[in-house]
């Protein structure tokens, strides 16, 4: 079992509706979880973090957290073109980030 | 510009050969990691710093790889002989101890 699992996609939405990215982890004891935008050739760029159980919104983000089910999912509310990217998913350890595969969105006009 | 830089953004070289990269993180920030992606997976960890303290290094790490931070400041990753399995895009990144880690435009090796 991975560390951090996410589906590879692609998922596909039209524009303007909401885009819901999953990711489970395995370790119990993590604490902090990111997610990060990486467009095609580019590097990750770092979107949202979350720490505590729950959701936590910024603009048209949200993340949510329910430790107990080791189970962080990534919200996109009103979806643009501009948001086709692949989305990973990070868990802190130990310092380090380990990350999911990345799932691909695809967000058609 | 504030951000993450590393230099070069693209190296081609041929198997064998040594190559060298280097990152300048983000100046307040004391830690500083090095990650490697291949296409289609997640960044992978290989080392990080803390100031000039090499603190952890992965154990998927071959001693053909290297790292220093001889400054706290900037840090250099050097592959010897290398391989066409180290073709790969190598991100840096720094953060504050226990904050966000913020990445560089990275460094897209290929080995033919």
């Known amino acids: 079992q991975k560390e951090v699992e996410q589906n590879s996609g692609p998922l596909s939405v039209p524009e303007g509706a909401i885009a819901s990215l999953n990711c489970t982890y395995s370790?119990?004891?993590?604490?902090?979880f990111f997610w990060y935008r990486q467009y095609s050739g580019k590097s990750p760029e770092l979107i949202m973090f979350?720490?505590?159980?729950g959701d936590k919104e910024d603009g048209r983000f949200t993340a949510q957290l329910n430790k107990a089910s080791q189970y962080v999912s990534l919200l996109i509310r009103d979806s643009q073109p501009s948001d086709s990217a692949t989305y990973l998913c990070?868990?802190?350890?130990?310092?380090?980030?380990?990350f999911g595969q990345g799932t691909e969105l695809s967000v058609k006009p | 510009d504030t951000g993450v830089s590393q230099d070069p953004r693209h190296k081609i070289t041929k198997r064998g050969q040594n190559v060298t990269f280097r990152c300048d993180p983000i100046s307040e920030h004391n830690r500083l990691y090095w990650y490697r992606q291949t296409l289609g997976q997640g960044p992978e960890f290989l080392t990080y710093?803390?100031?000039?303290?090499?603190?952890?290094k992965s154990r998927l790490l071959s001693d053909r790889f290297s790292a220093e931070r001889p400054k706290g400041s900037f840090s250099t990753l050097e592959i010897q002989r290398t391989e066409q399995g180290d073709s790969a895009m190598y991100l840096c990144a720094s953060s504050w101890i226990g904050d966000e880690q913020f990445f560089g435009p990275g460094t897209r090796l290929t080995v033919l």
């Open positions: 710093f803390q100031n000039e303290a090499q603190l952890e």
């Open positions: 370790d119990r004891g993590s604490q902090s």
């Open positions: 990070a868990v802190e350890r130990g310092g380090k980030l380990i």
């Open positions: 979350i720490y505590s159980n």
